[in-house]
Structures are given as structure tokens and as C-alpha cells.
Nanobody, 115 residues
Framework: QVQLVESGGGLVQPGGSLRLSCAASRSIFTFNTLGWYRQAPGMQRDLVAR???????NYADSVKGRFTISGDYAKNTVYLQMNSLKPEDTAVYYC?????????WGQGTQVTVSS
């Protein structure tokens, strides 16, 4: 079993920045991929950014150039640095870990971008 605990969400003005953290209960070296997804009200949950065990990353087109995913293997934590935030980035953000064909999810953290 894997536990993922997100933190760092909140209210920010357009153009601002936030950094989300996801602490895993085991070494993140063991995961195939780690990622961030988001879900706005009435919408499906979509991929925002993902990092593979080899270090390669991919991003949703809507966040390229603004968001950066990274991992701290010593702390078993994955981060999502979000810059130049827009109102359309408002959503609940979920951490995801994929290993052995199983997906694990965190509880989600709310990000609201509003003036």
C-alpha cells in the first residue's frame, strides 16, 4: 500500500505562483511514474504533468512553460511548481503514483486562482 499526501494548495491571484508537494510513504525510486492531475467542478480528471522513473517529463499543452514537475528522491516527494497562474487553472489537484499496474492517488488539494 502507498500513501500520498499533498500540500501547498490555496488561493492565489492571477499571475501568481504556488508550489504543490506530494509526500510518498515509500521510496519514489520504485514508481514507474509520478504525476499531477487536476479536476475542475463538472469536469473529468486530466493529466497536468508526469515524471517517469528515468526522469523524463511530459506536460499538458495548457501548462507548458508555466508548470514544472520535479522529484526530491531523498525526501520521497514530488513537486509541482506553478507559475503565471490563470483562473482556468482553478481545480482540485491530485498526486498520482503508478507502480506495477496500480494507480495510487492522494486526497487532493484545492487551487483557486482569482482576484
Amino acid at each position: 500500500q502507498v500513501q500520498l499526501v499533498e500540500s501547498g494548495g490555496g488561493l492565489v491571484q492571477p499571475g501568481g505562483s504556488l508550489r504543490l508537494s506530494c509526500a510518498a510513504s515509500r521510496s519514489i525510486f520504485t514508481f514507474n511514474t509520478l504525476g499531477w492531475y487536476r479536476q475542475a467542478p463538472g469536469m473529468q480528471r486530466d493529466l497536468v504533468a508526469r515524471i517517469a522513473s528515468g526522469g523524463s517529463t511530459n506536460y499538458a499543452d495548457s501548462v507548458k512553460g508555466r508548470f514544472t514537475i520535479s522529484g526530491d528522491y531523498a525526501k520521497n516527494t514530488v513537486y509541482l511548481q506553478m507559475n503565471s497562474l490563470k483562473p482556468e487553472d482553478t481545480a482540485v489537484y491530485y498526486c498520482n503514483a503508478h507502480i506495477g499496474g496500480i494507480n495510487y492517488w492522494g486526497q487532493g488539494t484545492q487551487v483557486t486562482v482569482s482576484s
